[in-house]
């Protein structure tokens, strides 16, 4: 997990972007029991990061922990796999989307 700063130096952007993204659902920032937010630093692979904004509509929330407990559980119709390693795999975006949507409900 990423501090805004750490998240910030690796996009090579501006701290005060990233938490704008956080506070905008447009990336998983989560605060930790000390309250500093976080941002787990897979998202920002491509195969992840291009469909955050996607998964969030389909999960029908602006949650980051609840789109993190998602990605982060095995889900039957991916075969067992957590969503996250889905995506990393190069499994088809849409298979994952609609684990979304199926999970949302």
Same mark, same amino acid.
């Given at each position: 997990?990423?501090? !805004?700063?750490?998240?910030?130096?690796?996009?090579? !952007?501006?701290?005060?972007?990233?938490?704008?993204?956080?506070?905008?659902?447009?990336?998983?920032?989560?605060?930790?029991?000390? +309250?500093? @937010?976080?941002?787990?630093?897979?998202?920002?692979?491509? =195969?992840?990061?291009?469909?955050? =904004?996607?998964?969030?509509?389909?999960? +029908?929330?602006?949650?980051?922990?609840?789109?993190?407990?998602?990605?982060?559980?095995?889900?039957?119709?991916?075969? +067992?796999?957590?969503?996250?390693?889905?995506?990393?795999?190069?499994? @088809?975006?849409?298979? !994952?989307?609609?684990?979304?949507?199926?999970?949302?409900?």
């Amino acid at each position: 997990m990423l501090t !805004v700063d750490q998240a910030a130096k690796l996009l090579d !952007v501006n701290p005060l972007d990233v938490l704008s993204w956080s506070r905008r659902s447009q990336c998983i920032g989560v605060v930790d029991a000390k +309250g500093v @937010l976080r941002l787990p630093k897979w998202q920002f692979q491509p =195969e992840i990061w291009l469909v955050l =904004e996607d998964l969030l509509e389909a999960l +029908g929330t602006t949650d980051s922990w609840q789109l993190l407990s998602f990605l982060e559980s095995p889900a039957e119709s991916l075969a +067992g796999l957590t969503p996250r390693t889905a995506l990393e795999r190069g499994l @088809l975006t849409g298979r !994952v989307l609609a684990a979304a949507v199926t999970h949302a409900h």
